[in-house]
Structures are given as structure tokens and as C-alpha cells.
């Protein structure tokens, strides 16, 4: 059984830049220091989840606000040797029940088309697909998207 405790940052977001950034690099390979750092600190209203495990961060979920009804999902992860026992969906599910809370009415995210556990997991709470693309670099990503109120209900 796994001994998690979920929060919500509270701080400010530049202050939870080098613990997330540990993170990052434990979670993806070969992560991009700058795909974090670089845009840190021009995102709006962010909102950060964290699950945490004998005092280490060992999961997130980062989303922020695009527009006045819109909590875009930006970021998120789990320790390698923590995936597959649930604390994605939780950290997802705290987040949408935040957001809902705060006034949001949907939640959208971004997912290359290869992340086939990522676009499942969003499938299973209650996101749909809502488009698709080949960004500058020529990967494929699927966006999805999902209305809050079902949030409340999972």
C-alpha cells in the first residue's frame, strides 16, 4: 500500500522550480531543463499538484488559466517506480475538482500521439479527443479536451 500525501502548491510557483525540475528529469528522459524554466515564469494563474512520498515529490500535475473558463493541463508525471498504482488519477482527479471549484468549466491538455498510457488515462476521466497535429518539430499531438462538470461526478 502506498503511503502518498496530494497537496496543492501554494508558493510561489518559481519556488517549486528546482524540486519540479528534479522531477522532470527522473520522469522523462532526456528532459529539457529550458522546456521547464523558460516558461515557468510566464504562465497565468498556475496550479500545481504534487503527491509526495516520505517528504519527496514524487508525482505532479501543472496546469494553468488560458482564457476566463479554461484550466489548460500543461505538465505532469509520475516516478518511474510508482506508475501504475493510481497516483496519476489521483493528482488528475484533484486537479479537476480544483479547477471546477475556481470557477473553470473545462480542462485541456496536450499529449504526443506515441504516449499511448497518457491518452488512455485521459480517455478513462472523462476527456475526448479534439484534435490533432504535427507540431514545428514533426511530432504528432493529440489534444483533448473535457468539460468539468464531469469532474464533480467521478
Known sequence: MLDIEYQRWTGPIRDAADPLLALCKAVFPEF??????????????????LA???GEWV????GYRRGEALLY????????RLRGQGVASQLMRRQHA?????????????????????????LRHGFHVAGFEVDAR??????????LESALAE
Do not use: C
Not at 33 to 38: A, E, R, T
Open 32 to 49: 529539457d531543463p529550458d522546456y521547464l524554466l523558460g516558461r515557468l515564469p510566464h504562465i497565468a494563474d498556475p496550479d500545481l499538484w
Open 52 to 54: 509526495i512520498e516520505g
Open 59 to 62: 508525482g505532479f500535475k501543472l
Open 73 to 80: 493541463s500543461w505538465l505532469g508525471g509520475v516516478h518511474p
Open 98 to 122: 480544483h479547477a471546477a471549484v475556481a470557477g473553470y468549466r473545462f480542462v485541456e491538455t496536450r499529449t504526443r500521439a506515441a504516449n499511448n498510457a497518457m491518452i488512455l488515462l485521459n
Open 138 to 147: 514533426g511530432i504528432e499531438v493529440v489534444t483533448q479536451r473535457k468539460a
